[in-house]
C-alpha cells in the first residue's frame, strides 16, 4: 500500500532563516505530487503541483520555492523566511491520469518569530 | 473549476446520520465531486468522491442531484470521532493540479 511520509511535525525558525520541509511517498510509482499551506482557521491554499520530476507548477507567488528531484521526493524550500510564512504545510499526492483523490501528509506545522 | 458551497456549521446527535450539503451549480459535464475532512492538526482524509452516481463505502454515502448541482455527504451514524471540517471539492478527474479547498463545513457531533 501506498504511504506519504512528512517531516518535520513542527518547526520553529527566525525571520530571515532558510527553509526546507521534505515529503516522500512510498508504494506508487510516477505519482502527482503536491504542496498545501493552511493558515489558522483557514482553507487550504494550493501552493505548488508536480507532474513528473523536474516539473513544477506554481500556483501562488511567494517567498517559497519547490522541487522535486526523485519521482517520489518533494521539497518546499525558502532563502528567507517571513513572519507570513508561518502556517501549517501539507503534501499529498494522487495518481496520474485517473480520477483518484489526494491523499495527504499529517503535516508540519511552521512558526517563523 | 466550479465553485462549492458549503454551511461554515452544522451541529448532529451521536448516533443519528449526518447529512452535510454542497452547493456546486456551475459544475461542468467532466467535473468529480470529491468530499475530504479534517480532524484538527491533521491532514485531511478522503472521503468518497462522484461523478454522476451516488456512491457509497465504509466511510458514507455520495448523493449527487440528478442536474448535479449539488450533492450531499450523508455519515449514516455519526460519532464523536466525526467532529471534522468537511471539504466540498469539484474537479476535473485527471487534471494536474487540485482545486484549492475552500472553507468546508464544521460539523460537531454532540453526546
Known amino acids: 500500500s501506498q504511504t506519504i511520509h512528512q517531516w518535520p511535525a513542527t518547526l520553529v525558525q527566525p525571520v530571515g532563516s532558510p527553509l526546507s520541509l521534505e515529503c516522500t511517498v512510498e508504494g506508487t510509482s510516477n505519482p502527482n505530487l503536491y504542496w498545501y499551506r493552511q493558515a489558522a482557521g483557514r482553507g487550504l491554499q494550493l501552493l505548488f503541483y508536480s507532474v513528473g520530476i523536474g516539473q513544477i507548477s506554481s500556483e501562488v507567488p511567494q517567498n517559497l520555492s519547490a522541487s522535486r528531484p526523485q519521482d517520489r521526493q518533494f521539497i518546499l524550500s525558502s532563502k528567507k523566511l517571513l513572519l507570513s510564512d508561518s502556517g501549517f504545510y501539507l503534501c499529498?499526492?494522487?495518481?496520474?491520469?485517473?480520477?483518484?483523490?489526494?491523499?495527504f501528509g499529517n503535516g508540519t506545522r511552521l512558526t517563523v518569530t | 473549476d466550479a465553485k462549492t458551497t458549503q454551511p461554515p456549521s452544522m451541529d448532529c446527535a451521536e448516533g443519528r446520520a449526518a447529512n452535510l450539503p454542497c452547493n456546486h451549480s456551475t459544475i461542468s459535464g467532466n467535473e468529480y465531486v470529491y468530499w475530504y475532512r479534517q480532524i484538527h492538526s491533521q491532514g485531511p482524509q478522503y472521503i468518497i468522491h462522484?461523478?454522476?452516481n451516488n456512491e457509497t463505502n465504509e466511510m458514507a454515502s455520495l448523493i449527487i442531484t440528478e442536474d448535479r448541482k449539488s450533492s450531499t455527504l450523508i455519515l449514516p451514524h455519526a460519532t464523536l470521532r466525526d467532529t471534522a471540517v468537511y471539504y466540498c471539492i469539484v474537479r476535473v478527474g485527471n487534471a494536474g493540479n487540485m482545486l484549492t479547498f475552500g472553507g468546508g463545513t464544521r460539523l460537531m457531533v454532540k453526546p
Open positions: 462522484g461523478l454522476k
Open positions: 499529498a499526492w494522487r495518481l496520474q491520469g485517473a480520477n483518484s483523490p489526494l491523499h
